[in-house]
């Protein structure tokens, strides 16, 4: 899209992160959550779904505001302390931002505090569709 004319993935001051811990229902249960949230720039809203990327982690899923100012992506798993955080659409990485994920930075729940029965980290399912994980 556009490849002659913007050099992707974009990088830019004005795209920020913020992460936290967060409490979802899926499936009718409370499960544990690391939402990345994204701003910056305008995203997009495609046929395909939208990725975010923390390293080799791929979001569990993505909820783009309907302004499309902001970006919420939830993972099921632990992040690595270091990575750089992208998103895009399937394989394709439309921005990169930086400064790069660093795990001392995201704001953690208390864990006596979480709702009996929650769905920890590694717990199930880590992704749909192959959502998980990526493989290298």
Known sequence: MFDDLIKFPIEHERLRWQA???VKDLDLKPHLFVRL????????VMAQLPVVRVGNVRSHHVIISEDQLTAHAYFRQELPA???????FGDAVLLRFRPSFAARQLRRL????????IELFGGGNQGRAGQGKDEG
Request: net charge positive; hydrophobic share 30%.
């Open 110 to 117: 208390d864990r006596k505090r979480l709702p009996k029965g």
């Open 37 to 44: 949230t994204l701003t910056g720039a305008r995203f997009p």
């Open 20 to 22: 936290k811990e967060v």
């Open 82 to 88: 270091r990575g750089t955080i992208a998103f895009g």
